[in-house]
């Protein structure tokens, strides 16, 4: 992706390859950076959802779990423009989906996401 001009930041650069996904996502929102994944358990598991609420994450999950490296590069590059509209046009926090034909959809909005959160802050108080 850095051939193609896109600053990209590696995972294990910043943080360690073990960490937990509630773990380093609050560093990634801090950056603001934008996360590119393959892991589509972080959407489907309630405490990584809540992690990328609360640290306000942009996040595009890739609907293909078998692709290897190379291609898995090669669908982020073929969705990158439609990736970056989407990013303009939804506020964060956002889980999208991205399918190896370059189309993005959503997979959970803003709203589901914040009010998840709040519905655990409640819980909590």
């Not at 982020?76 to 990013?87: G, I, T």
């Not at 046009?89 to 189309?103: L, M, T, W």
């Amino acid at each position: 992706m850095r051939k193609s001009g896109i600053t990209v930041e590696i995972h294990d650069d910043h943080f360690p390859q073990d960490a937990k996904d509630e773990d380093w996502l609050p560093g990634v929102g801090k950056r603001g950076w934008i996360v590119l994944t393959k892991d589509s358990r972080i959407a489907k598991r309630t405490s990584e959802r809540l992690a990328v609420a609360n640290a306000n994450i942009r996040m595009f999950v890739l609907a293909s779990q078998s692709l290897p490296g190379r291609d898995m590069i090669e669908v982020f590059l073929k969705a990158f423009m439609k990736m970056q509209a989407f990013a303009r046009e939804n506020p964060s926090p956002f889980i999208a989906k991205v399918y190896k034909s370059g189309e993005v959809s959503e997979w959970k909005n803003h709203e589901e996401l914040l009010i998840e959160l709040n519905e655990m802050m409640q819980d909590i108080e």
